[in-house]
């Protein structure tokens, strides 16, 4: 609404004002002499030369009537300027409803340097303002308006304009997570904006005149898509009229030309609402700042496609935006990783936001994967890092991880299991299937491997870890093990042994399967008998002597075995391995917890950092939970083999169901598991790293950000102490149930 001034306004400056007065004035458009009284001028000019390199910002406020104030900010002009100080306004819960922004015009070269003493540019922006509905504005408000203010420009001087609009971005998302001002129907609620781009008006800048509902916080979100799109503003009128806003812009590229090229004006008009709707949507993201910062990247690769104006109308869907700010905002490593690399993949998955509803089977992953290679794939080839297999395999990988992954940051895979099990699947679908084609590639060369009898030899690939729990998380290894049988010479032209042609097959399968990143569908082949120092493939004779009872294999990795799955390869073999698994790890003997205490106490001792907790090695973490379930398993498997389970939560059902676990410590521990599994899967995807899943130390804003991804929005310190419960809870149950096995 526009309120009635106080006095008519002045035609300008009387010719007795003192000459700071007439440099000041003489660097304003005329209109401003149209606008302010000489006493507010000879203020603003007072206010101009208080400013200095350690004091960016001068701000002088008193109160209206009816709870309304009139702020006035001095300031040096900075990029972006505008939008930082609409945007403290927003995060103050101050509504603009009217207002007057002045730039200093450039100094002309050609001016006598008499009248250049001062060539460095100022804003004076003048707004009426009022509290949100139901508040009572402070006088001591603005010393802390000011005070913030301050540290953004100071931030903005030096070079660092993104992250001090990245900043603004999470004091906005947390203001209004805090006082709960917007509900999330009314954040989702887009309203159209139109844009007038005009150059006749001026002939120095381009006029934009903006004509929409007044919403709250309209004015830094807009000006927010200004800045992101490189756009210079230069001076502003600002004038809400019921529940409309009507303001009029004038500004410049950043090169300080107007914008006549109808393509880029095009680009400005379609950009600037986008930009805009999205800072709308942002207090819904998890990490306000990495979405916003995201998203002018988004814009750039967006411009850059040929058919950009077509896909704007599905990109202008609320919805859609909404799933770009949950997924631009979850962390720069998934953004750097996955979605920047990806653009091909990502324009079509936010398009269609609705397919992301739906999972895919196993069966439709196959199937899919199968149409894609036939057409690179009709036969058996050479095996080299080159054939043109080996790049459709790992991009149907990558595209399915990241729809999978997408899902779950969505919320389309509510409980954990299910993405556990989607990635499962996924992964199942890859090594199966290049596994046969390293098989088939090297089947031309040498032909096929046999036994000593002349028999084919065969092979299986059996998943261990949490790929064999077909528990797989987000950045989770794929440990496998590829167990062959006996060794005679292949059938072809270059005869090879048996041993020779499965080593290549391991070598030609690692090199295959590539990872974007260490830990992201990483091939882990560690568990295999002596590890690192051991041959790729594991002949099954080998593979009897090291883990059969009295064998050299640790007591640990005999317990690695309580999760060993065939994934691939020969049905009956896989068979027959899962017999000597049972026969090696359920005879009958309780577990080994002396064995596994040391070795948790070597874990605790080189994987967690002192004074830190992680909720992977911990005491009270993810790893116990595992081996508590596994030391029950095998202390108790040999004579009840519905506990001869592969997966922790089949497991811990069905030590319950034989009693071997109350109901209490059933639920306490699936709890804890469940709670553990989420914390470590929500930690590798906001710091990025797969390995370092340390806990942020409280009162971080890494901790704030990982509260907002785990859904505690209240406060951190709930995170905190759910983590210290559900510790405290597998702490107990380890020492009480394991001590009695043992």
Not at 111 to 117: A, G, K, L, N, V
Not at 392 to 413: C, S, V
């Amino acid at each position: 609404m526009s309120l009635p001034s106080d006095s008519p306004l002045s035609k300008g400056p009387a010719a007795t004002t003192p000459p700071e007065v007439h440099r000041h004035v003489d660097r304003m458009a005329p209109s401003y002499t149209e606008r302010f009284r000489p006493d507010e001028i000879s203020r603003h000019a007072a206010m101009a030369n208080q400013l200095s390199s350690t004091d960016l910002v001068q701000i002088d406020a008193h109160p209206l009537a009816d709870d309304y104030w009139q702020v006035t900010i001095v300031a040096y002009d900075f990029p972006g300027e505008l939008s930082l100080i609409c945007g403290l306004m927003f995060v103050y819960g101050l509504n603009i409803y009217t207002g007057d922004a002045f730039t200093y015009e450039p100094v002309s070269p050609g001016e006598p340097r008499s009248s250049r003493e001062e060539t460095r540019r100022k804003i004076v922006d003048v707004f009426t303002v009022m509290p949100l509905a139901g508040q009572k504005l402070k006088a001591d408000i603005w010393a802390r308006y000011a005070e913030d203010l301050a540290i953004f420009l100071r931030m903005v001087r030096a070079g660092a304009l993104r992250e001090a609009q990245g900043g603004l971005a999470v004091r906005v998302a947390t203001g209004l997570q805090k006082s709960g001002v917007l509900s999330a129907s009314l954040v989702k609620t887009l309203y159209p904006i139109e844009i007038q781009i005009d150059n006749e008006a001026s002939d120095q800048y381009t006029v934009l005149r903006i004509n929409s509902l007044d919403t709250f916080g309209f004015l830094y979100e807009f000006t927010n898509a200004l800045a992101l799109n490189h756009i210079y503003i230069a001076r502003v009128s600002v004038d809400s009229v019921g529940n409309r806003v009507q303001d009029t812009l004038y500004v410049t590229d950043e090169n300080g030309r107007k914008i006549t090229n109808p393509t880029r004006q095009r680009e400005l008009r379609t950009t600037t609402v986008l930009i805009k709707h999205f800072s709308h949507l942002l207090p819904l993201s998890p990490n306000p700042e990495s979405a916003l910062l995201h998203f002018g990247e988004f814009i750039g690769e967006l411009l850059k496609r040929p058919n950009w104006p077509d896909e704007l109308s599905s990109l202008e869907r609320p919805e859609v935006l909404d799933a770009l700010a949950r997924l631009l905002g979850v962390s720069d490593f998934l953004w750097d990783d996955f979605l920047r690399m990806q653009h091909a993949n990502l324009f079509p998955v936010v398009q269609d936001v609705d397919a992301l509803s739906t999972s895919k089977s196993r069966r439709q992953l196959q199937s899919a994967l199968e149409t894609t290679l036939r057409g690179v794939h009709s036969g058996p080839q050479i095996p080299s890092e080159e054939a043109p297999w080996i790049e459709t395999l790992n991009a149907f990988k990558d595209r399915e991880m990241f729809r999978i992954d997408m899902r779950h940051i969505l919320g389309h895979t509510r409980e954990f299991w299910e993405f556990a099990e989607e990635l499962t699947d996924l992964t199942e679908v890859i090594v199966n299937s290049a596994f046969h084609l390293c098989h088939e590639d090297l089947r031309l060369l040498y032909g096929s491997p046999c036994l000593e009898n002349e028999q084919v030899s065969q092979m299986s690939v059996v998943a261990l870890g949490k790929f064999g729990g077909s528990e797989m998380g987000f950045a989770s290894d794929i440990e496998l093990m590829f167990i062959y049988a006996g060794n005679g010479l292949t059938t072809g032209p270059n005869v090879i042994t048996s041993t020779e042609f499965y080593e290549k097959l391991v070598q030609n399968f690692v090199s295959a399967v590539r990872a974007r990143r260490e830990g992201i569908f990483q091939i882990d082949l560690q568990l295999r008998p002596y590890g690192n120092a051991g041959s790729l493939s594991v002949s099954l004779d080998a593979f009897r002597r090291y883990f059969s009872p009295g064998g050299p294999a640790w007591a640990y990795e005999r317990q690695a075995l309580v999760r060993l799955r065939r994934v691939a390869g020969d049905i009956a073999l896989g068979q027959q391995v899962a017999r000597l698994r049972d026969e090696y790890v359920y005879t009958g003997s309780a577990f080994d917890v002396t064995a596994m205490r040391a070795m948790r106490e070597r874990q605790v001792r080189h994987l967690v950092k002192g004074g830190t907790f992680n909720p992977k090695f911990s005491p009270g973490g993810l790893v116990d939970v595992e081996y508590l379930v596994q030391g029950l398993q095998i202390s108790y498997g040999r004579d009840l083999l519905g506990l001869r389970q592969t997966n922790t939560r089949k497991a811990m059902a069905a030590l319950a169901e034989a009693g071997i676990l109350s109901a209490d410590d059933y639920s306490r521990l699936r709890k804890a598991h469940t709670f553990l599994r989420w914390l470590i899967d929500s930690l590798r995807v906001v710091r990025g790293n797969a390995k370092d899943v340390t806990m942020p130390y409280e009162n971080t804003e890494e901790m704030a950000f990982l509260a907002r991804r785990m859904h505690f929005v209240d406060a951190p310190t709930r995170l905190h102490s759910e983590l210290m419960r559900y510790t405290e809870d597998v702490r107990e149950l380890n020492s009480r149930l394991l001590t009695s096995t043992g």
